[in-house]
Structures are given as structure tokens and as C-alpha cells.
Nanobody, 125 residues
Framework: QVQLAESGGGLVQAGDSLRLSCVAS????????MGWFRQAPGKEREFVAA????????TYADSVKGRFTISRDNAKNTVSLQMNSLKPEDTAVYYC??????????????????WGQGTQVTVSS
């Protein structure tokens, strides 16, 4: 059974930084592409960032490009999201997700088959 556990959320002010982490178990982590998504109140869950199974490729939503960085440590079964220059509109529950088909990676939430419980990020103005 795949388990994904996020941590690192919190309440910060605009301009601050946060680092989210997600520890995975129950899968051969090094063969799965991973993604981060977020969901604000009353909105659909949206793509934030994704990283290929080997870390060789990354992609970001336009809204976070240049501010957020996704990374992974396959030795520790961990994927992280470094968030800098946070804005109030970044406020959301952030979820990590494992690709449904292993190495295949995507910006579509339909292509992710396992999800964590989420961690709340709140950015005050």
C-alpha cells in the first residue's frame, strides 16, 4: 500500500519561504515520477510542479515558476518543494502525488494514482 506523508506547511507572511517535504513508502520510489498539487478553498485542485523519476526533468505551473523548486532524494524516498517569495494567493492545501504509471509524468492530476493527506500553507499579506 502506497503511503505519502507531507510535512512543512504553516502560516507565513508574504515574501517568506517554506519547504514542504513528502516521504513515500510502499512503492519503489526511484521508479515513480512525482508531483505537487494544491487546492484553495472553493477551487479545483491544481498542478504546481512535477519531477521525473530520475530527477532529470522538472516542470512548473506558470504561477509558481521562478519561485518554487521541486527536488527529490531517491535514497530517502523524499520529494520536496522549496517555496520562496510566497504570496497570499499561494494559500492552499498542498498535496504530493505519485504518478499512476511509474516513470510517466504529467501535469494532469488524472495521471497521479496515489496522494498524500495534504499540508496547509497559509500566506498572510
Amino acid at each position: 500500500q502506497v503511503q505519502l506523508a507531507e510535512s512543512g506547511g504553516g502560516l507565513v507572511q508574504a515574501g517568506d519561504s517554506l519547504r514542504l517535504s513528502c516521504v513515500a513508502s510502499g512503492l519503489t520510489f526511484s521508479t515513480y515520477s512525482m508531483g505537487w498539487f494544491r487546492q484553495a478553498p472553493g477551487k479545483e485542485r491544481e498542478f504546481v510542479a512535477a519531477i521525473a523519476w530520475n530527477g532529470a526533468s522538472t516542470t512548473y505551473a506558470d504561477s509558481v515558476k521562478g519561485r518554487f523548486t521541486i527536488s527529490r532524494d531517491n535514497a530517502k524516498n523524499t520529494v520536496s518543494l522549496q517555496m520562496n517569495s510566497l504570496k497570499p494567493e499561494d494559500t492552499a492545501v498542498y498535496y504530493c502525488a505519485a504518478a499512476r504509471y511509474g516513470r510517466h509524468w504529467s501535469i494532469s492530476k488524472a495521471d497521479y494514482g496515489s496522494w498524500g493527506q495534504g499540508t496547509q500553507v497559509t500566506v498572510s499579506s
